[in-house]
């Protein structure tokens, strides 16, 4: 009887920092357990091992920052039969895309020594921007559980269920009392995707949005609330362009105040 075919596993890297791709290698024992119903086919993370496309689930970290990052993606959406993006570079631009509000021209000769070497896009956009994408995990880095729930789903021909609340459900869960309410701390909990464990306000710190903007998130009355409280319209783009600031709902609620 022949043996059945596994299916196929590719992990890539665009423009980030690796933080998302070294969440999937601490799941450890979970992918112990995956290794026998799939075969990791291109994970340079992991291993040198490579083997020929095409994929039926790929899962890709970093933003489109660099034409040769445009091109490639193209290339990798025609061998993945289903294509994931992870963590907040792939799904919104990541922390690099607040080039994007300002001249990059400008910005390369103060970090690089020769900057007549760089070629870069004016913008960091995400993959959506440019291929279709089955499915979005937000998080930088992302939760490791959330993503094997994805690679599981995808295996067993379902829709991944990831949370669509925000973190404030993740602090009522903890018993947290509200940063806001106690110690007028901004946060931006009640807008971001749950997924960390609400792991600053644990500590009485104000949300920092890395899994950004939830699915149905009002910032424009977080935004009012901070500006009545005595916040400055500068202050309230800081805080909006931070890990996901080019997610639409924060880059058009910063634009606001920065007008």
Known sequence: MAEKRRPKLAVWKFSSCDGCQLSLLDCEDELLALTDQIEI?????????????????????????????????QQVRRVSKHLVTIGACATAGGIQALRNFTDVRELIPLVYA????????????????????????????????????????FLHGRRP?????????????????????????????????????????????GCYGCFGPMETPNPSSLSEMWLAGGMAPDEVVRR??????????FRQESERHEK
């Open 41 to 73: 086919a291109n994970f340079p993370e992991a291993s040198r091992a490579v083997v020929k496309g095409p994929y039926d689930l790929s899962l890709v970290e970093g933003s489109i920052s660099t034409s040769h990052d445009a091109a490639r993606i």
């Open 114 to 153: 020769r900057p007549e070497y760089i070629s870069t896009l004016e913008s960091s956009t995400p993959i959506s921007s440019h291929v279709f994408v089955d499915f979005e995990l937000h998080g930088c880095p992302i939760n490791k559980v959330q993503l094997v729930e994805v690679i599981s789903a």
């Open 161 to 205: 269920v990831t949370p669509g609340y925000s973190v404030c459900l993740e602090c009522k869960r903890r018993g947290n009392v509200c940063v806001t309410v106690a110690r007028g701390e901004p946060c931006l909990g009640p807008l971001v995707h749950a997924g960390c464990g609400a792991i600053c306000p644990s500590y009485q710190r």
């Open 240 to 249: 909006l362009r931070s890990f996901t600031a080019a997610a639409e709902p």
